[in-house]
């Protein structure tokens, strides 16, 4: 028997906490609540219209491996520090017990967002979504899209799951770390993959992960490379590798201006500089 990986006990946490929120709010309740939700914008869409290379900055408090990197962030308030950097998306982590994340941090920050009508970044649930009940919350509580990580889903759940996010309006960004799984991710219709970095087994980071992945994706599959960025260097690599989007969050957690940090990433500090000299 294989030894318990951190995803295992993840996603294990993950449904025992469905289970609790369904007992105090039933499905039916969520599926009520669709109708008033506010409307959803093409993710997909809002990050190709950054191209080359779109940013999604993320609002992380903790994670496994970091421990503690904000935990006292105002997730509402970094994600308008986002906002004035330009980033297209914003990577909202609601999982409670290894991220410190909250249901209640996406829908601030969606709120927060709401001023800037269709021009605002496009809203991420970053979670161990393991239940059609997830994908509600998210939808009721603002989100435009959610994340499926391959590796915590077997196929007849991620084809589930996938079909399931379209029918609410959301198209999955569908996160994958080897081969096997950008195979599965292909074969379920994915047409928005993350290549994450990071082995969500061991929490260990490999920057060639993206590398060697992203040529198993065609044309018409948008990529974005997950983990360990922190460098307009980095993301000029995944540009090269053939990804159209990067995310970010503890680089941009812990800089002292996330808006400055974000034009940097995307090249704009540099291109500013020139200016000022010609």
């Given at each position: 028997?294989?030894?318990?990986?951190?995803?295992?006990?993840?996603?294990?946490?993950r449904?025992?906490?469905?289970?609790?929120?369904?007992?105090?709010?039933?499905?039916?309740?969520?599926?009520?609540?669709?109708?008033?939700?506010?409307?959803?914008?093409?993710?997909?869409?809002?990050?190709?219209?950054?191209?080359?290379?779109?940013?999604?900055?993320?609002?992380?408090?903790?994670?496994?491996?970091?421990?503690?990197i904000?935990?006292?962030?105002d997730?509402a308030?970094?994600?308008?520090?986002y906002?004035?950097?330009?980033?297209?998306?914003i990577?909202?982590?609601?999982?409670?017990?290894?991220?410190k994340?909250?249901?209640e941090?996406?829908?601030?920050?969606?709120?927060?967002?709401?001023?800037?009508?269709?021009?605002?970044?496009?809203v991420?649930?970053?979670?161990?979504?393991?239940?059609?009940?997830?994908?509600l919350?998210?939808?009721?509580?603002?989100?435009?899209?959610?994340?499926?990580?391959?590796?915590?889903?077997?196929?007849?759940?991620?084809?589930?799951?996938?079909?399931?996010s379209?029918?609410?309006?959301?198209?999955?960004?569908?996160?994958v770390?080897n081969?096997?799984?950008?195979?599965?991710?292909?074969?379920?219709?994915?047409?928005?993959?993350?290549?994450n970095?990071r082995?969500?087994?061991?929490?260990?980071?490999?920057?060639?992960?993206?590398?060697?992945?992203?040529g198993?994706?065609?044309a018409?599959?948008?990529?974005?490379?997950?983990s360990?960025?922190?460098s307009?260097?980095?993301?000029?690599r995944?540009?090269?590798?053939?990804?159209g989007?990067?995310?970010?969050?503890?680089?941009l957690?812990?800089?002292?201006?996330?808006?400055?940090?974000?034009?940097?990433?995307?090249?704009?500090?540099?291109?500013?500089?020139?200016?000022?000299?010609?």
């Open positions: 028997m294989s030894e318990e990986t951190i995803l295992d006990r993840i996603v294990a946490r449904r025992l906490d469905v289970a609790e929120a369904k007992a105090r709010v039933p499905s039916v309740a969520l599926e009520a609540r669709l109708d008033a939700a506010p409307p959803a914008i093409d993710f997909v869409a809002r990050l190709r219209a950054d191209a080359a290379m779109a940013v999604i900055a993320e609002v992380k408090r903790a994670s496994p491996s970091k421990g503690d904000a935990p006292g962030i997730a308030a970094q994600s308008l520090r906002a004035a950097g330009g980033a297209a998306g990577s909202v982590l609601t999982e409670p017990t290894w991220f994340g909250t249901l941090d996406l829908l601030r920050t969606r709120r927060a967002l709401e001023p800037m009508g269709t021009a605002r970044p496009a991420l649930r970053k979670d161990f979504i393991i239940d059609r009940y997830q994908l919350e998210a939808r009721t509580s603002g989100a435009d899209t959610v994340l499926l990580i391959v590796a915590s889903l077997d196929d007849k759940a991620l084809g589930e799951l996938l079909a399931d379209r029918s609410l309006g959301m198209e999955p960004l569908v996160e770390n081969a096997d799984e950008m195979a599965r991710a292909l074969a379920a219709g994915a047409s928005f993959v993350g290549v970095n082995d969500l087994r061991s929490f260990s980071v490999d920057l060639g992960t993206t590398d060697r992945l992203a198993m994706a065609g018409d599959v948008l990529l974005v490379a997950l360990g960025i922190s307009r260097a980095d993301v000029e995944f540009e090269a590798a053939g990804a989007a990067v995310l970010v969050g503890e680089a957690m812990v800089a002292d201006d996330p808006a400055a940090r974000i034009r940097e990433l995307r090249g704009l500090l540099a291109q500013s500089g020139v200016a000022a000299m010609l």
